[in-house]
């Protein structure tokens, strides 16, 4: 492995950014090639006297808090622990394959790693500009984090949920979105990603520049798709599929605007974004309703019941509504 390539996946290991590929390549290399294990573990000693110290970490925070975050609609923004789920078959595989006592002294060094996590709730948006300038629009019940750092050198973070992003361009330093099917890698350019856990596909539209997606769960481990502007990718999570095609950019980045544009959506998903924009449950009392397909456009200022008196026009529907739980069935 060249040099520039275990510097990186080191440096991307310790902040948790790395994929599963990316790391079974880093340890099959630590295994074999003494050299980069020595490297390896220096950097471990550097990355622990760095970055785990709390309370200056606790302080950081608190000025990112204060100068780059809209608070006004963001109820929950911590700081997370998170402990890397290949610790055991790492230290595993490097102590059967070399003696080496890597493991115990990763374990030791390697605390659990602290992340900034904005967290918006269902019934709400939020916006954020972050550091560099790039701004952030964040969809209901949506988790945003990066982590603990200098983020001015290394611009990454995981999404869960739906952004719409306005990238300041950086040749040096690209910018990285996660989700957990595939990465989104930008320089300067405007985007809009949808990655619900609770959705069947993940979706990423363009609007300007260009973005490339890597690292797509299930595929080729070097395939790379590049999107232009006005196209929008669909992954498949169920069939595992691909696919690219011309969007209606107004619809695809409406929410941010407080309109809701459908066209041509599952009733299922209709009712999941409803959940989390109006923070109710909703119950399909009848399977059937899981089919049905509905086109229609709304504005957030409307009540839930504004809104399901619309669909009933062209939907056969009535509805329940008890303690904020909905039970909707076919007329």
């Known amino acids: 492995m060249k040099q520039e390539n275990l510097e990186r996946l080191t440096k991307n290991f310790y902040l948790g950014l790395t994929s599963p590929l ?11 090639n003494e050299a980069s294990r020595n490297y390896f573990e220096a950097y471990e000693n550097t990355f622990a006297q760095k970055y785990l110290d709390t309370t200056s970490i606790q302080k950081e925070w608190d000025q990112f808090h204060s100068k780059y975050l809209n608070q006004s609609n963001v109820r929950k923004l911590q700081l997370i622990r998170n402990i890397s789920r290949y610790a055991a078959v790492i230290g595993l595989a490097v102590l059967l394959a070399t003696g080496y006592s890597l493991f115990e002294k990763w374990s030791q060094a390697r605390e659990p790693m602290v992340w900034y996590e904005t967290y918006v709730p269902r019934g709400e948006k939020t916006q954020l500009t972050l550091p560099d300038g790039t701004k952030v629009w964040l969809n209901a019940e949506t988790t945003l984090k990066f982590p603990a750092g200098n983020y001015m050198e290394d611009r990454r973070m995981q999404l869960s949920g739906e952004g719409y992003f306005e990238v300041e361009k950086n ?4 910018f990285v979105v996660q989700t957990s099917d595939y990465d989104v890698i930008v320089r300067g350019t405007s985007f809009n990603i949808m990655a619900y856990e609770d959705f069947k596909r993940v979706e990423t539209s363009l609007l300007s520049g260009s973005v490339e997606i890597r690292n797509i769960e299930g595929a080729a481990p070097d395939r790379r798709l590049k999107l232009k502007p006005g196209q929008k990718l669909i992954f498949d999570k169920e069939e595992n599929r691909v696919t690219v095609k011309n969007t209606d950019l107004d619809g695809e980045v409406a929410w941010k605007d407080n309109l809701f544009m459908f066209s041509d959506v599952r009733f299922e998903e209709l009712c999941r974004r409803l959940e989390r924009w109006y923070d109710v449950d909703i119950t399909l009392a009848d399977q059937e309703l899981r089919k049905i397909r509905y ?8 009540t839930i019941w504004q809104v399901l008196d619309v669909i009933k026009i062209t939907t056969p529907i009535r509805y329940e509504l008890k303690n904020r739980k909905l039970t909707i069935y076919k007329e």
Not at 22 to 32: S, V
Not at 171 to 174: L, M, N
Not at 295 to 302: C, I, M, S, V
């Open 22 to 32: 990316e790391e079974k390549a880093l340890f099959d290399e630590i295994r074999e």
């Open 171 to 174: 040749e040096d330093v690209p």
């Open 295 to 302: 086109t229609g456009n709304f504005k957030n200022e409307e």
